[in-house]
Nanobody, 126 residues
Framework: QVPMVESGGGLVQAGGSLRLSCTVSLRTFSSYLMGWFRQFPGKEREFVAAITGSGRSTDYADSVKGRFTISRDNANNTVYLAMTSLKPEDTAVYYC???????????????????WGQGTQVTVSS
């Protein structure tokens, strides 16, 4: 298990913004596809966004397109999720996840990711 530490969650009003960070203890971070997932109470984890190791390709769930932006800093082994125009329905525990790969192909199912952070709570009040 690769250590991943998330931060940046919290309470925000609807329409507000938050930026999540996930720092990964891994020498080959640039070879890791990184993703963000979220989990609502009583539900399975769902895909939010992903970014390839190079940072050249990204993918987003339809529900967050245009509002969330995933990015990464390979020099500092960190992936970010900038969230804007937050809605109460974005309230969830957010997890970062990683998958070793040498391709630029993005997968979006949680089962394809082997390493996970501990999760950070995001609460959006109406």
């Amino acid at each position: 298990q690769v250590p991943m530490v998330e931060s940046g969650g919290g309470l925000v009003q609807a329409g507000g913004s938050l930026r999540l960070s996930c720092t990964v203890s891994l020498r080959t971070f640039s070879s890791y596809l990184m993703g963000w997932f979220r989990q609502f109470p009583g539900k399975e984890r769902e895909f939010v966004a992903a970014i390839t190791g190079s940072g050249r390709s990204t993918d987003y769930a339809d529900s967050v397109k245009g509002r969330f932006t995933i990015s990464r800093d390979n020099a500092n082994n960190t992936v970010y999720l900038a969230m804007t125009s937050l809605k109460p329905e974005d309230t969830a525990v957010y997890y970062c996840a990683g998958r070793y790969t040498i391709s630029e192909y993005i997968v979006t199912t949680p089962e394809r990711f082997g390493d996970w952070g501990q999760g950070t709570q995001v609460t959006v009040s109406s």
